[in-house]
C-alpha cells in the first residue's frame, strides 16, 4: 500500500476536464482562490473539504482512496457508543 495519491492534481484534471476553473471552485466553497490555488498543489487535503470539493463537482474523489484500501471485513462505528 505504498501508492501515493496526489488528490490535488487529480481535482485540478477533474477541474480541466470540466472546463472549471479553480476561480470557479474557490466562489463555489467560500474559499479564497490563491488559498484553495496553495491547497491543490498538496498531495492531501483535509478531508471536509475533500468531501465539499466532491459535493460541488459531483465526483468522489474518496474513491481514489477505497480502491487502495487491503481487503478486509469493514465494521460499522456507532456513534453513540462512548469510549473511556
Keep these: 500500500m ?14 480541466r ?12 466553497l467560500n474559499q479564497d482562490k490563491s488559498n484553495l490555488a496553495k491547497i491543490l498543489k498538496k498531495e492531501s487535503i483535509n478531508t471536509q473539504l475533500l468531501f ?14 477505497c480502491k487502495e484500501l487491503p481487503t478486509f471485513p469493514f465494521h460499522t462505528i456507532n456513534e453513540n457508543s462512548k469510549t473511556q
Design 52 to 65: 465539499e470539493i466532491s459535493a460541488v463537482l459531483e465526483f468522489d474523489f474518496f474513491s481514489y482512496y
Design 17 to 28: 476536464d470540466d472546463c472549471r476553473s479553480i476561480s470557479w471552485l474557490a466562489k463555489k
Design 2 to 15: 505504498n501508492n501515493r495519491i496526489d488528490i490535488g492534481k487529480l481535482i485540478c484534471v477533474k477541474l
